[in-house]
């Protein structure tokens, strides 16, 4: 196609002016969209981060913010962070639509590396939104604890896809055998419905797992009261040989 032609051309001249030495003012990068239409983004500069793009695409596509909370980008299958420079060659990348942030949604952390408690929590490490109050968050890492009044900034949700390729991993996962494994088990599959739905992910698409889930449900309530009847039972005993 001409598009196609003027693209390749575009890119050879690029390829000449550095050879020359020359810097290059701006560039157009090609944007795949969910729907599959493709839209040059123009005027960026020759290190145009992701979030330069998606800035840029917002304006030229912009989008419903009680559906959307804004694009994010990925080059091939790599997920792109905002500050990821986008490489002079590159030919398209996938703009996905993320959905608005709600408390239960799945993100990954993007901040510097953050130590508490003697653990350290990593750039891509994935947590939870407990509350959400304007730009900053109250989000939830394994063995971290909650973290107060973190910026947008340091962190990134998930895509619809995402989850549902983490939803579906623990739908195929067999039921642990240990009953301490169990209710990890459901916890976790609780944590990920939550995520699911915080995605816009209908509670229909949960029926089939509900019975297992409430099977686990009813076992951790008769093993919680065993455990209080016996520390109960433990008690009196304790102190009737007091009394002995």
């Excluded at 996905?96 to 003697?118: I, N, Q, S, T």
């Amino acid at each position: 196609s001409n598009f196609a032609l003027a693209f390749r051309f575009s890119r050879t001249l690029v390829g000449s002016l550095k050879v020359f030495g020359l810097s290059m003012e701006s560039r157009s990068v090609s944007v795949l969209l969910l729907s599959g239409e493709t839209v040059s983004v123009p005027g960026l500069g020759s290190q145009a981060t992701a979030a330069d793009v998606c800035a840029e695409l917002e304006q030229l596509r912009p989008l419903d913010p009680t559906e959307s909370s804004g694009y994010r980008l990925a080059l091939g299958a790599q997920t792109l962070d905002d500050d990821s420079v986008l490489p002079i060659e590159a030919d398209v990348v996938c703009a996905l639509a993320m959905p608005p942030l709600l408390p239960g949604a799945y993100v990954l952390w993007a901040g510097e590396d953050l130590r508490k408690d003697g653990r350290v929590l990593m750039k891509g490490e994935r947590g939870v939104i407990k509350e959400i109050s304007g730009n900053e968050s109250t989000l939830k890492f394994p063995f971290m604890g909650m973290l107060r009044n973190v910026p947008r900034k340091s962190f990134s949700p998930l895509s619809r896809p995402e989850v549902l390729e983490l939803y579906a991993a623990m739908v195929a996962s067999s039921i642990p055998e240990a009953a301490d494994h169990r209710f990890t088990y459901l916890d976790n599959m609780k944590e990920v419905i939550e995520a699911a739905k915080a995605v816009g992910v209908d509670d229909t698409e949960f029926e089939r797992v509900q019975p297992r889930l409430a099977m686990i449900a009813a076992e951790r309530e008769e093993t919680i009261a065993s455990q209080m009847a016996a520390m109960t039972a433990a008690e009196l005993s304790q102190l009737a040989g007091t009394y002995r």
